[in-house]
């Protein structure tokens, strides 16, 4: 069954470095996403993307966030400058092409850790 | 953005039947209502989706009143692998355009 998969599963850096998690959509899937979760928490959305723009995005979507498809079939999230309250698990999720579904495959998730 | 309403958490038995209903009073008419599951560490994973009445699968039912302003999960014959946290959706599914919010969803603590 195909699925997103995301690297690294697990990433520790130091406040104020950049850090870039990647994901693999499924590859005919046209709509991707990235919702994070601090531990404990609820999944909270960030950004939504489609045909090389930004959809939609939240508050939490600030200027030291920012996503890229670089080649077709990485899409990328990237953190600028991080902050400790960046620490959260980060999920990718792509949909396929059908207009009315709410069905996201979601990827098994990126812990951030800033120290 | 409707906003749902769920309750916190649920205990249940293996073998019985568990229903998790969530309210969605300000329902738009756009709206649809998607459930989705998530374990620990792991991603949510889409469970069904319904606009009216009702609708089901192989692994849920989903029932929605002629209001529409509450939907009820109904997951038959629970096990002890289905403990986990179950999360009600209201969106507009348009194209890309579903900013799927998630609550704080329903915490099912399956038992022996």
């Known amino acids: 069954e195909p699925e997103v998969t995301q690297t690294p599963s697990h990433q520790v850096t130091q406040m104020g470095q950049e850090v870039i998690l990647r994901c693999v959509p499924i590859?005919?899937?046209?709509?991707f996403y990235w919702y994070r979760q601090i531990l404990g928490q609820k999944v909270e959305f960030l950004v939504s993307?489609?045909?090389?723009?930004?959809?939609?995005k939240s508050e939490i979507f600030d200027d030291q966030f920012s996503v890229e498809r670089p080649d077709g079939s990485n899409f990328t999230l990237k953190i600028r400058s991080t902050k400790l309250e960046d620490s959260a698990m980060y999920f990718c999720?792509?949909?396929?092409?059908?207009?009315?579904?709410?069905?996201?495959?979601f990827g098994e998730g990126s812990r951030l850790t800033v120290l | 953005l409707a906003k749902t309403t769920q309750p916190i958490s649920m205990d249940s038995y293996e073998g019985q039947e568990v229903n998790i209903t969530c309210s969605h009073n300000?329902?738009?008419?756009?709206?649809?209502i998607t459930w989705y599951q998530q374990f620990p560490s792991q991603g949510p994973r889409f469970i069904i989706q319904?606009?009216?009445t009702k609708v089901t699968n192989e692994v849920a039912s989903l029932f929605i009143p002629a209001d529409r302003k509450s939907s009820t999960l109904s997951l038959p014959r629970v096990s002890l692998s289905d403990t986990a946290v179950y999360y009600c959706?209201?969106?507009?599914?348009?194209?890309?355009?579903?900013?799927?919010?998630f609550g704080a969803g329903t915490r099912l603590a399956v038992h022996p």
């Open positions: 999720a792509s949909k396929g092409g059908q207009a009315n579904t709410g069905e996201l495959f």
């Open positions: 590859s005919n899937h046209l709509y």
């Open positions: 993307f489609y045909n090389n723009e930004i959809s939609e």
């Open positions: 300000n329902i738009a008419t756009n709206d649809y």
């Open positions: 319904g606009y009216k």
């Open positions: 959706l209201v969106g507009v599914l348009s194209g890309g355009y579903n900013k799927l919010i």
